[in-house]
């Protein structure tokens, strides 16, 4: 899966992944903020390696503020701006 990256002007984010672009199902808007959240897991908790568990990307619709989450394993990452 490729996912892309259009920074915007207003410092928002267009994303497409394959070449399509991510709308949010809840609202349609196209323009998101980005952030990065650990996936905890008991295990990393319990034993104190919370810092080592997944990674996911967030992209938070600027409109609605509904989160995408993803797991990006063996994505390539490209990012542009427009």
């Known amino acids: 899966m490729d996912l892309q ?6 410092d928002s ?3 497409t992944l394959d070449g399509k ?4 199902v809840v609202c349609g808007n196209d323009s998101y903020h980005e ?18 568990d997944d990674k996911a ?3 938070i619709c ?3 503020g509904y989160i995408f989450w993803f797991l990006i394993y063996g994505s390539r990452r490209v990012s542009s701006s427009s």
């Open 5 to 10: 990256e259009i920074k915007r002007d207003d």
């Open 13 to 15: 984010i267009g994303v």
């Open 21 to 24: 672009p991510l709308l949010c």
């Open 35 to 52: 952030r990065g959240s650990l996936l905890n897991s008991r295990g990393g908790e319990f034993f104190g390696f919370a810092w080592a």
């Open 57 to 59: 990307t967030n992209f």
């Open 62 to 64: 600027t409109k609605c």
